[in-house]
């Protein structure tokens, strides 16, 4: 069973910099476009940005030029480069395959002060 495993969450002033990082566990998602969501308060879920098996990334407009997704195959890991942060980023943050295939993980709390 695939395990998602979020990390590198935290408390951070508007202006500063956060590296998020995504452990797969239990399959290898080199075949498989892998994106990052998240969930604010009082909102939905929303799709942050994916990165493909070729290395293709694409965002969500509010994050274009500030957040930067990247992979390492051979750790099986997904990371997350947060730069220019806002309090509208603030957010628990989850990756997951781009189609929302794996069982969710428990995410990592993003909290950017004003």
């Known amino acids: 069973q695939v395990q998602l495993v979020e990390s590198g969450g935290g408390l951070v002033q508007a202006g500063g910099s956060l590296r998020l990082s995504c452990a797969i566990s239990?399959?290898?998602?080199?075949?498989?476009?892998m994106a990052w969501f998240r969930q604010a308060p009082g909102k939905q879920r929303e799709w942050v940005g994916y990165?493909?098996?070729?290395?293709?990334?694409k965002y969500l407009d509010s994050v274009k030029g500030r957040f930067t997704i990247s992979r390492d195959t051979v750790k099986n890991e997904v990371y997350l480069q947060m730069n220019s942060l806002k309090p509208e980023d603030t957010a628990v943050y989850y990756c997951?395959?781009?189609?929302?295939?794996?069982?969710w993980g428990q995410g990592t709390q993003v909290t950017v002060s004003s």
């Open positions: 997951n395959r781009s189609d929302s295939g794996f069982r």
């Open positions: 239990g399959s290898s998602f080199s075949d498989n476009a």
């Open positions: 990165i493909t098996r070729d290395g293709y990334t």
